[in-house]
């Protein structure tokens, strides 16, 4: 039985997508649950799209597919996070009890007790996507963290990373357990999480890609190169792996041949001349931006969390604007032949990028294929498109 259900009689199968947390900015990751409730829409399934969300006091309509509903806000000195978790899950109860539905789809938040107690409830009505192995990612971000000796620091470790770890640990199986199946969005995770539950499958990320402009190719002036990165995380992630391009292109001295622009939630500025923060940039700041650009890069240090593969978002924007990558990892669709000669792939560790090589790899490309914006538009709208997606469900 497939994960989406279709019907055979006039009565729609009803689905609620479920999204803890959110802002009221259109991020990557909201374009890709916005597209993918769309598809869904179209292929017979009655699915609204709910973000539990502190950022309002009332249900808001961020799109036409996503409504804000809101949740409130921890007022707790201490462990405010614990308290914000509880709330979570109290909105989330409430939003079950308002909604009846055939299935609730549920972007895996984190493992708590509550949510044991509420999936239980509603047997076999869960499907849940796992985007991450959640308890490697923990480990991941305390290793990036520098922590001193006192109660305060003690206690944000209890906070964010003793306490998420010990639930991880004690209360996924049985949350899976209760659900009707998961979705790992790579190979990897779908096999960590099956040890759990047989009925689980992977499938990549898709993309709307009818919602993106193809970009209009930029010659390579003076063989120096300007490199994308979309980052939709409010602080940096470690996996993102920027500290490793930046060392890369100090390392082969390229500081004036290599300039990267970083778009995102963050305003931050560099200590390096050839780093720019250009902020949030809204739909059309993005698609002049895509117009200035020659390669983008995804995540380049996946591995940090334990992650040998990856779907990520950034990457599908990349191909679906026709915008060549920077690939540190195997990815379920991108890692494919097809996309060979648009993608060029470095290891999946703390090398130093022999960027040198990129940067002819890409001359050659730009050369060689004038329409190559054009291409791999085309070829993401055949094998990344929401639509194709669902084919394999």
């Known amino acids: ?115 044991l107690r509420l999936i239980k409830k509603y047997p076999s009505k869960f499907i849940i996507e796992y985007n991450a192995i959640q308890i490697l990612e923990i480990k991941c971000e305390e290793k990036t963290k520098t922590r001193a000796s006192n109660i305060s620091s003690i206690m944000a470790k209890l906070q964010d990373y003793a306490r998420p770890l010990f639930y991880e640990w004690l209360y996924a199986k049985p949350i899976i357990k209760y659900a009707h199946k998961t979705l790992g969005v790579t190979k990897q995770i779908s096999e960590y999480y099956k040890k759990y539950k047989s009925k689980t499958i992977a499938i990549g990320n898709g993309i709307a890609t009818a919602n993106y402009l193809t970009r209009i190719a930029p010659p390579i002036i003076n063989s120096k190169i300007k490199l994308l990165i979309l980052d939709g995380t409010s602080t940096q992630a470690p996996w993102q792996g920027t500290d490793r391009l930046i060392n890369s292109i100090i390392t082969h001295k390229m500081e004036n041949v290599v300039e990267i622009l970083i778009a995102g939630n963050n ?45 990520v978002l950034k990457n599908r924007e990349y191909a679906a604007r026709g915008l060549p990558i920077l690939l540190a990892h195997d990815d379920i669709d991108i890692s494919k032949p097809a996309w060979h000669d648009y993608v060029y792939k470095i290891k999946n560790n703390e090398d130093i990028i022999n960027l040198p090589k990129v940067h002819q790899w890409l001359i050659n490309l730009y050369k060689q294929k004038p329409q190559h914006a054009f291409e791999m538009a085309t070829l993401a709208k055949k094998t990344l498109d929401f639509e194709k997606k669902l084919m394999l469900l």
């Not at 996946?302 to 992650?307: E, N, P, Q, T, V």
């Open 1 to 115: 039985m497939a994960v989406f259900e279709y019907t055979t009689n006039t009565n729609l199968v009803k689905w609620i997508y479920i999204n803890i947390g959110g802002t009221t900015k259109l991020t990557s990751i909201y374009k890709k649950i916005d597209g993918q409730i769309a598809s869904i829409k179209k292929n017979g399934i009655a699915i609204e799209s709910i973000f539990l969300s502190t950022a309002v006091a009332e249900k808001t309509k961020l799109t036409e597919n996503i409504t804000l509903y809101p949740v409130q806000k921890a007022e707790r000195k201490y462990f405010p996070q614990w308290q914000l978790q509880y709330y979570y899950i109290k909105t989330l109860d409430k939003l079950l009890k308002e909604h009846d539905a055939d299935y609730y789809y549920l972007r895996y938040p984190f493992a708590h007790p509550a949510l």
């Open 267 to 311: 305003t931050l500025s560099s200590p390096h001349s050839f780093v720019t923060h250009l902020g949030y940039l809204n739909h059309d700041e993005l698609n002049n931006i895509f117009n200035q650009v020659h390669i983008g890069t995804g995540n380049l240090c996946i591995f940090r969390k334990g992650l040998l593969e990856g779907a």
